[in-house]
Nanobody, 127 residues
């Protein structure tokens, strides 16, 4: 089992930046897909970005592409989400998630319900 703990959320003005972090511990698979999702109360969970850890292949939703960057720090088993040019529409609870995967394509095509490991979430508020 893998434990995921997010940090780095907060409040920021539109146009500002934040960096979210997600520390993984436990039995982290060597072939692992890690991603960031976000959710507003009353709305469906939205995929933001994900990365296939063996290759570093990254995938972004169209709403954040060019503004957000997902990156991994293998030495610290940590996933980051650098968010720039934040917009009020980015306000949400952000969750880190992961599960084993066989390839970057497998990682990219996973539905959110297929992810087996989830963090508790960190709130991002953009005003």
């Amino acid at each position: 089992q893998v434990q995921l703990v997010e940090s780095g959320g907060g409040s920021v003005q539109a146009g500002g930046s934040l960096r979210l972090s997600c520390v993984a511990s436990g039995n982290v698979y060597s072939r692992y897909c890690m991603g960031w999702f976000r959710q507003i109360p009353g709305k469906e969970r939205e995929r933001v970005a994900r990365i296939y850890t063996p290759s570093g292949a990254a995938y972004y939703s169209s709403s954040v592409k060019g503004r957000f960057t997902i990156a991994q720090d293998n030495a610290r088993d940590t996933l980051h989400l650098q968010m720039k040019n934040l917009e009020p529409e980015d306000t949400a609870m952000y969750y880190c998630a992961g599960r084993s995967a066989t390839s970057g394509t497998d990682c990219n095509l996973m539905h959110d319900y297929e992810f087996t490991d989830w963090g508790q979430g960190t709130q991002v508020t953009v005003s």
